[in-house]
């Protein structure tokens, strides 16, 4: 049902879907899916906060590793490619409906501000350790996370994509970028 329903809001928007289209999608009566979720809300409440938890618990994780800032930002790249790879519909919801969670809105705020302040850190870090270039962090931190959060969009048309190849790539582009 969350991945019907994450198909749903990325083809037509959350605000365009209904429970009744979520029921038809699933070949179900609408009073029927009641049984089973009680709002169209409740649907969107369970993929984003679960993938903004699930992105918050893996950062946390990096941040505590050993490892060099570059090390960090690798995994972090890895962790995008993974997840918005294997969640390409609820990461469509988590970046373009986030805005109608309602009593969770603050919550995901919460998380996704923290996540961001983390993944600031580490390349503050990078910056003090001359792992990186001493550029304008904000543009740094605005330049990865821009790609990193579309890729959800990127992915799916790319046939034969392999995970491992997008992740070394990307990395040495978003971390390295166009030099030789």
């Known amino acids: 049902m969350i991945n019907t329903a994450a198909k749903l809001f990325k083809k037509k928007g959350y605000s365009a879907v209904t429970m009744r289209d979520l ?7 609408a009073a029927s899916l009641y ?14 906060i679960s993938l903004a938890e699930a992105f918050t618990s893996e950062m946390n994780i ?15 790249v890895a962790l995008h490619v ?18 109608h969670l309602e009593e969770q809105r603050h919550y995901y705020l919460q998380l996704r501000s923290e996540y961001e302040e ?10 003090a350790n001359k ?11 605005f330049s990865m996370l821009s790609t990193l959060r579309s ?15 997008l992740n070394t790539s990307l ?3 978003l971390i390295h970028g166009f030099n030789k």
């Not at 029921?23 to 009566?29: C, D, S, V």
């Not at 990096?62 to 972090?76: Q, V």
């Not at 993974?82 to 805005?99: I, P, V």
């Not at 983390?118 to 910056?127: E, L, M, P, Q, V």
Request: aromatic residues 6%; charged residues 25%.
């Open 35 to 48: 049984n089973h979720i009680s709002s169209k809300q409740e649907i969107l409440k369970i993929i984003i």
């Open 171 to 173: 990395s040495n582009v």
């Open 23 to 29: 029921a038809t999608e699933m070949g179900i009566k």
């Open 62 to 76: 990096i941040i505590a590793s050993e490892g060099s800032s570059l090390d960090k930002l690798n995994k972090i």
């Open 151 to 165: 890729l959800y969009l990127w992915i799916p048309k790319k046939e034969d994509l392999n995970i491992q190849n």
């Open 118 to 127: 983390n993944f600031r850190h580490i390349i503050t870090s990078g910056i």
């Open 82 to 99: 993974k997840t918005a790879s294997e969640n390409t519909y609820e990461m469509a919801a988590l970046n373009n409906d986030w805005m």
């Open 131 to 141: 792992e990186l270039k001493d550029e304008n962090v904000e543009v740094m931190l």
